[in-house]
Antibody, heavy 115, light 107 residues
Framework: DVQLLQSGGGLVQPGGSLRLSCDVSGFTFRLFAMSWVRQAPGKRLEWVSSISKDGLTTFYADSVKGRLTISRDNSKNTLYLQLDTLRVEDTALYYCAKLEEDGHWGQGSLVTVSS | DIQMTQSPSSLSASVGDRVTITCQASQHINKNLIWYQQKPGKAPKLLVY???ILETGVPARFVGRGSGTDFSLTINNLQPEDIATYYCQQCQSLPPAFGQGTKLEIK
C-alpha cells in the first residue's frame, strides 16, 4: 500500500521557521515528482511547491517564493518542506502528495502562525 | 503553467439524482486528469485517474470522462455519503494545478 507519513508542524510566531517531513513507502519514490499542497481553514486546496524526481528542479507558488524550500532525499524516501519567515496567512494544513499519474496524499500537518 | 477551471462551485441535489461537474484545462492535457473527493477534516481521496479510470474501491456510480481540454465527473444515483467537495487536478506537467472545487450538498 502507498503511504505518505508526515511529521513536523505546530505553532510558530510570525517570522519563525518550521520544517515538515514526509516519509514515503509503497512506490518507487525516486521515479516521481512530489509536491506540497496546503489548505487554510474552510478554504480550497492551494498548490504550494513541487520538486522533480531527481531533485534538481523546483517550483513554487508566488505566494511562498523565497520563503519556502522544498527538497528530497531519494536515499531515505523522504520529502521535506522548510518554511521560513512565516506569516499569519501561512496558517494551514499542509499535505505532501504524489500528484503524478494518480494522486496519493499524506495525512496533513497543521501549521499555525500566530503571536 | 496550465490552469484548471472547474464548475459549478457549489451544487445541491437530491438522493438518487445524477450530477455532473466539469473541468476545463487551459491547454491540451491528453487524459492526464485526476478527480478527488474531500470530506471535512480529511485528506483528498483519489476517485478517478487518467480521466476515466476508477480507483480501486470507488463505487461505479462515479464516472469520469474527457480528454484534451474538457473533462467531467458524473455521479449517478447520488447517495448521502457523496456529500463532499470535489476537485480536479491536471498532472500533464509541473506545476500541478487544481480546479477551484465543487461543494456538493444534498437537498
Amino acid at each position: 500500500d502507498v503511504q505518505l507519513l508526515q511529521s513536523g508542524g505546530g505553532l510558530v510566531q510570525p517570522g519563525g521557521s518550521l520544517r515538515l517531513s514526509c516519509d514515503v513507502s509503497g512506490f518507487t519514490f525516486r521515479l516521481f515528482a512530489m509536491s506540497w499542497v496546503r489548505q487554510a481553514p474552510g478554504k480550497r486546496l492551494e498548490w504550494v511547491s513541487s520538486i522533480s524526481k531527481d531533485g534538481l528542479t523546483t517550483f513554487y507558488a508566488d505566494s511562498v517564493k523565497g520563503r519556502l524550500t522544498i527538497s528530497r532525499d531519494n536515499s531515505k524516501n523522504t520529502l521535506y518542506l522548510q518554511l521560513d519567515t512565516l506569516r499569519v496567512e501561512d496558517t494551514a494544513l499542509y499535505y505532501c502528495a504524489k500528484l503524478e499519474e494518480d494522486g496519493h496524499w499524506g495525512q496533513g500537518s497543521l501549521v499555525t502562525v500566530s503571536s | 503553467d496550465i490552469q484548471m477551471t472547474q464548475s459549478p462551485s457549489s451544487l445541491s441535489a437530491s438522493v438518487g439524482d445524477r450530477v455532473t461537474i466539469t473541468c476545463q484545462a487551459s491547454q491540451h492535457i491528453n487524459k492526464n486528469l485526476i478527480w478527488y473527493q474531500q470530506k471535512p477534516g480529511k485528506a483528498p481521496k483519489l476517485l478517478v485517474y487518467d480521466a476515466s479510470i476508477l480507483e480501486t474501491g470507488v463505487p461505479a456510480r462515479f464516472v469520469g470522462r474527457g480528454s484534451g481540454t474538457d473533462f467531467s465527473l458524473t455521479i449517478n444515483n447520488l447517495q448521502p455519503e457523496d456529500i463532499a467537495t470535489y476537485y480536479c487536478q491536471q498532472c500533464q506537467s509541473l506545476p500541478p494545478a487544481f480546479g477551484q472545487g465543487t461543494k456538493l450538498e444534498i437537498k
